[in-house]
């Protein structure tokens, strides 16, 4: 398992490669939004949030809002390091602490904050005339993700390797009831 250190340094060295190798598919502006968002990914947006760790510091005063998430969601689960699924949990639980915030703040009249719908209605037209960007942030959070599992030198959740043993288990078993008969 990587140090974070380690996992910084990776981050850092692999986000210009991996915006590279995003260029030839989807050009230019994608490869620079892929690789920043690989950075993000990498950074500040990590499969170690659920533990005291470099990414979680590097959120100061804001740290607290991980609270709850480190406290339900156990460490190197499929829910904290799982492909996809973490990275996705990750995104909806900073999502849900924004758009808590923004409605907490929209009623202040000096802030002058559209309403919360207005915003969600505006990010999912600037989505839907920007796939291309979506696929490209995606693609770069997502790469950050299997690259930490890489050098975590285990790319499985914990709960996979457990449901494959047990599907060893059940296989073999069954091959030795088949010979029995």
């Keep these: 398992m990587a140090s974070g250190r380690d996992h910084d340094r990776a981050t850092l060295l692999g986000c210009l490669p991996f915006g590279l190798a995003v260029w030839p598919l989807l050009g230019t502006e994608a490869a620079v939004l892929s690789a920043a968002a690989f ?4 950074l ?3 499969p170690d949030l659920d533990t005291r760790s470099r990414p979680l510091q590097r959120w100061g005063p804001l740290r607290w809002i991980w609270w709850p998430y480190r406290q339900l969601i156990p460490h190197r689960s499929l829910f904290s390091h799982g492909p996809l699924i973490g990275m996705a949990l990750r995104l909806l639980w900073l999502l849900g602490v924004i758009a808590l915030a923004w409605m ?5 009249p000096m802030l002058q904050l559209p ?3 207005m915003l969600m209605h505006q990010l999912l037209e600037q989505a839907r005339q920007h796939p291309q960007g979506v696929v ?9 993700v299997w690259l930490h599992l890489l050098l975590d030198g285990d ?3 914990a709960e996979w390797h457990h449901w494959r043993q ?5 296989n073999r078993a ?3 009831r088949a010979r029995r008969r």
């Design 44 to 46: 500040w947006l990590s």
């Design 166 to 170: 047990g599907q060893q288990r059940r």
């Design 115 to 117: 309403p919360p719908q």
């Design 39 to 42: 950075l993000i990914g990498g």
């Design 104 to 108: 907490a703040l929209s009623p202040v």
């Design 155 to 157: 790319p499985w959740p």
């Design 174 to 176: 069954g091959r030795a």
């Design 136 to 144: 490209a942030a995606g693609l770069g959070l997502e790469g950050s």
